[in-house]
């Protein structure tokens, strides 16, 4: 039954970048080529470990912190993360912004390209490793490679590590930090900004090639947010779901936007604030990630979907910054501390609820693969389950290093960033 997973993933890999891109081959962003957390590959090693060496293929130092999640393309791994100085005080010096680049093959650094840091001297840390610097997890078109910094900055990297455009981000009215990341949509890089002040959040469009504005479309109504876009297809056309809630419940905590100019489609009230939305089986399922009521609605609609096509609530989904993940008729929820909660999609009855013992993150958004296999994956303590209806533990991995970044997955292997390594795990070792 998980095989659907298999035509769902070429319907999304259709409307996403207007291009080739096989899941297989590549993970080119934050929750790899649908932006949702599948993967068509069927030879993911289950069991690793570092003590051992088990299946891990190589290990690679990292130049600074972060907690952006990796992506792949090719032959190559892009990282981001941030370095300050020895003894430099983190209130007062702005962090070097590093983009690193490995070789899938045996991991060794190819190039470290530095991008200059944009206007936002910050003072808040709680972002984690690299202070929130290095949040956001770059994307891809086997071209260029895009990232964001919370500097507020964001520029193209071509495959060779050189600079091909820089933009500064402004206004830069964030909370905290910038925490999600770009994706692409044809020929733009589409950047959500959820402010605090909701006057000056948007959708900006930029061009892929040079970083101009194509377009941009204010959305006053939505607050502060941490969540990356996803684009889903909803009976044949394009979605673009943005959410930014704040701390609390909000009319337009989510909204659909029409990927090519940015122009309303839907809103509906919630909580919306870290996670990114799952989407199967005609459902779309949000929730805060920093605890309150989930969510799941019928995408179909227009306008204000609050009163029409909300399907089912849950009451309290604790916090929970990884993203939710459906799989065949089951939604899956990660959430603090270590817990795995399992409902059905069609009536949001809870089927199960089992502790992760000793998992080392919850900020890190779960890998489905063909056969319905979770990877609840970092470079610290992990778990693979097996979906269904009944908790299956089919293995628990530990690397000893643990961080927050989700898995990137392509090429039969599974690349993981911890805060001192960059590793590589994959079957033979």
Known sequence: MPNRILPFLAAALSLLVGMSVWAGENWPSFRGPTGLGYTDEKNLPLNWDGKEGKNVLWTSPLKGQGHASPVVWGGKVFVCTALWAPHAPREAVIPEHHVLCYAVSDGKLLWDTLVPPGPWLRNDFRSGPGGG???????????????????????????????????????????????????????????????????????????????DIKWQQKLPNMTFGHTTP????????????????????ADHAIESLDPSDGHTLWWCKGSAESASPAYGDGIVYFD????????????????????????????????ALSSPVIVDKYLYRLHSPGVLKCFEVETGKQV???????????????VVDPEGRI??????????????????VLAVNDLGDANHPSPAVAQGKIFLVGMNNVYCVGAGK
């Open 352 to 366: 199960y609820s089992h502790r992760l013992e000793g998992l080392t993150t919850t900020w890190a958004s779960p």
């Open 288 to 319: 805060s990630g920093r605890g309150g009521a989930g969510t799941a609605l019928d995408p179909t609609g227009t306008g204000d979907l609050s009163k029409t096509n909300i399907k089912w609530t849950v009451p309290n989904i604790p916090e």
């Open 230 to 249: 996803t684009i889903i297809d909803v009976k044949g056309s394009p979605q673009l779901l943005v959410m930014g809630g704040g701390m609390g419940s």
């Open 375 to 392: 990877f609840c994956a970092s470079a610290g303590k992990s778990y693979v389950i097996q979906s269904g209806p009944e908790f299956k």
């Open 133 to 211: 610097y290095a949040a956001c997890t770059p994307v891809t078109d086997g071209k260029l490679v895009y990232c964001v910094f919370s500097s507020s900055v964001i520029a193209a990297i071509d495959f060779d590590g050189k600079i091909a455009w820089r933009k500064e981000i402004v206004p830069y009215t964030f909370d905290v930090t910038i925490g999600g990341s770009p994706i692409l949509y044809h020929d733009t890089v589409l950047m959500l900004c959820a402010m605090t002040n909701k006057a000056d959040s948007r959708m900006i469009a930029y061009d892929k090639t040079n970083g």
